[in-house]
């Protein structure tokens, strides 16, 4: 196996292919297209250009771009798109070159590959060779990521640690440079726009990659075309996302307490109709025990009492109306008749001493079949004529239909001892 083809099959693998790392690279346009409205006759130098994705842009754009790497299956790649790709040191070739010869000194992904003293070096040199107004553009990792700071750092086994953004941006200020940006890149546009953030979102959010882009002082006309790029913020900061989820989270909440207070307002309200229904019930009962206790005082009292025959003549009267005085008077005497212990019994009791006797007597003062027919009136049946009813004892009535239950069962009675009493004599 190549040695020399490793770090170039890890490019491929782990930070993407040449078409998307050049669309990322697209983005620093911005910053050096003013200057090319000035600068005659732009040159770049690019330190670590790899697989010179940048050394085409650069070239798109009209600068004369030359790359400086030690990976020589890198190079190759350079050389089969017929880039400029030279072996070497980069800090060296750095060093070698001119003092204000380069309008753009570029490191991709190049200081956490190096120690500190080298990157302080690295940022002298770019600052001496720059022309007044050129830019020195350094990405690496983002440290603020918290995935990209705990695992995604360390797939490279050539990376010596990260570097927070704030520690580079002195870097170049303490060098001599004018100005410096902070620009943070490839952040997901979903979680940057995101308005319910997760936890998730919040460690891995960030964007994972920042630059600084440095500027050395020049003359107001050269140093202010680029005021409208470094004037921008870009990328999503961690601490902002933070927040935004804690602002987001105490948001949830809120909407939540504000909920539960109106369910427990609904909750209270529902408890005091019940309440009022409760209440009202409670009234009610005792407005019914107050009637109960006056219609009791009514029932208990003497004029209640005295008054009694006089309620009961009254309610005679109206049922007389009612039911006419005949009917009235046959239901009169049917309940006193059949109500009547004594009565009663002589006339169910086929067995009773005295309506035996009753029935002889009868019968033999020829009266008994004109008591058949007047009880027959009395129990609701019809006897048209005195003799139906002497034939009574003899042979079925010809209307037991009008006759009620009762009625039948004496009839049936009376016929069957009058039958048996005509055999006995």
Same mark, same amino acid.
């Given at each position: ?259 539960? %207070? &109106? @369910? *427990? +307002? !609904? $909750? =209270? #309200?529902? /408890?005091?109709?019940? %309440? &009022? @229904? *409760? +209440? !009202? $019930? =409670? #009234?009610? /009962?005792?407005?019914?025990? &107050?009637? *109960?206790?006056?219609? =009791? ?129």
């Amino acid at each position: 196996m190549n040695e020399n083809s490793f770090y170039r099959a890890f490019e491929d693998r782990h930070r993407g292919s040449h078409e998307l790392i050049k669309s990322r690279l697209n983005f620093y346009k911005q910053f050096i297209e003013p200057l090319l409205a000035i600068e005659k006759d732009p040159c770049a130098i690019d330190l670590g250009c790899g697989r010179g994705e940048w050394l085409e842009v650069l070239g798109e754009m009209g600068v004369t771009a030359i790359g400086v790497d030690l990976d020589k299956g890198m190079l190759a790649a350079c050389a089969e798109k017929g880039l400029t790709g030279i072996h070497g040191d980069a800090i060296e070739f750095l060093s070698s070159l001119e003092d204000k010869s380069q309008l753009v000194v570029s490191a991709f992904h190049v200081v956490e590959h190096i120690p500190f003293e080298e990157i302080q070096r690295l940022t002298k040199e770019a600052h001496r060779v720059l022309k007044p107004g050129g830019l020195l553009i350094i990405e690496t990792p983002n440290p603020e990521n918290i995935y990209v700071a705990t695992y995604n750092f360390y797939l490279d086994p050539t990376h010596i640690k990260p570097i927070p953004p704030d520690l580079l941006v002195f870097i170049t200020e303490y060098c001599g440079f004018s100005r410096g940006n902070i620009v943070r890149l490839q952040e997901s546009r979903q979680v940057l726009h995101s308005q319910a953030l997760t936890l998730n979102d919040v460690l891995g959010g960030a964007s994972p990659d920042y630059a600084i882009v440095a500027q050395k002082a020049a003359i107001q006309e050269i140093y202010s075309v680029c005021d409208k790029a470094f004037s921008q913020e870009f990328g999503i900061n961690s601490i902002n996302l933070a927040a935004r989820y804690s602002d987001q989270l105490e948001s949830k909440i809120e909407r939540i307490r504000i909920g539960a %207070q &109106q @369910a *427990n +307002d !609904r $909750a =209270q #309200q529902a /408890n005091y109709r019940v %309440q &009022q @229904a *409760n +209440d !009202r $019930a =409670q #009234q009610a /009962n005792d407005r019914i025990n &107050q009637v *109960n206790l006056v219609i =009791q005082s009514i029932y208990t009292s003497n004029s209640w009492r005295v008054t009694w025959p006089l309620r009961w003549v009254g309610s005679q009267v109206r049922k007389l109306q009612q039911e006419g005085i005949t009917t009235r008077s046959r239901l009169f005497v049917k309940k006193v008749l059949l109500n009547t212990p004594v009565i009663s019994s002589i006339l169910r009791d086929r067995e009773n001493k005295t309506r035996k006797a009753m029935i002889s007597v009868s019968r033999r003062m020829k009266v008994y079949p004109f008591l058949c027919k007047c009880y027959c009136v009395l129990m609701g049946g019809k006897a048209n004529s005195l003799q139906s009813a002497d034939l009574a004892h003899n042979q079925p009535v010809s209307s037991l239909d009008d006759l009620s239950a009762n009625a039948k069962k004496i009839y049936f009675q009376l016929t069957e001892e009058v039958s048996s009493s005509e055999d006995g004599v």
